[in-house]
């Protein structure tokens, strides 16, 4: 069994928690055409990789009784997860999301098939319960609608969260994800734009067209 450094699984870290599910999500500034960037894209594709293919050795070691690499398992886990909250949810709702994530781990281990990706599997999990965390906080939050993006004469308005689980889900996903990811979750534009795949433009455009049918459903 090849052992990654702590470098290899930082890095994979780093990939992971950029902004994306998976690393051909993510949409670095720049020249995105360049040999370098087409080597760093490689490099990063490789690191998740072998952290996929490590994890996944880990755990059907575990499974087959090896108390040992489950240890190990967690302990990546554990550390990959912080990084991934910690640019998704404030804490302690990172924290707590984590801790939920490893304790699905344990109890839906059996369900991991050995053909499959490791990372694409483990990513899942974190998402669904990512998602989990910010529809509760759409549950205490109230949407204010007076940001940065003028919204002709609808600013000020605020929608009650008692309504706004119901309201959301009437909007186009692409306008309800980032105003999620935004307005509830606090997330930057740039960040709201690497975690959907929209670009920054689109991610502002969404909103704001969002919140004017918000604007429009509670008039």
């Known amino acids: 069994m090849k052992a990654l450094s702590g470098d290899d699984i930082t890095s994979a870290i780093a990939t992971q928690s950029s902004g994306g599910d ?30 996929s293919e490590r994890w996944g050795r880990l755990l059907l070691a575990a499974r087959a009784g090896d108390g040992d690499a489950y240890e190990r398992l967690l302990r990546e886990l554990d550390l990959w997860l912080r990084a991934y909250y910690a640019r998704r949810l404030p804490y302690p709702a990172a924290d707590d999301a984590r801790q939920e994530v490893l304790l699905a781990i344990h109890a839906k281990r059996h369900t991991f098939a050995a ?66 990811l935004v307005k509830l979750n606090g997330l930057s534009i740039a960040r709201a734009a690497g975690a959907t795949g929209q670009s920054a433009a689109l991610v502002k455009i969404n909103i704001h067209r969002g919140l004017k049918k918000l604007s429009t459903l509670v008039s």
């Open 22 to 51: 998976e690393p051909a999500r993510a949409r670095p500034r720049g020249n995105t055409d360049s040999p370098r960037h087409d080597r760093r894209k490689a490099a990063r594709w490789e690191r998740w990789n072998d952290c």
């Open 115 to 180: 053909s499959k990706p490791f990372g694409a599997w483990v990513t899942a999990i974190a998402r669904y319960k990512w998602v989990d965390r910010v529809r509760d906080a759409s549950r205490y939050s109230a949407l204010a609608l007076d940001e940065d993006i003028a919204i002709e004469d609808h600013e000020g308005a605020a929608i009650s969260a008692a309504a706004l689980d119901q309201l959301l889900g009437r909007l186009k996903p692409a306008q309800e994800s980032v105003i999620r």
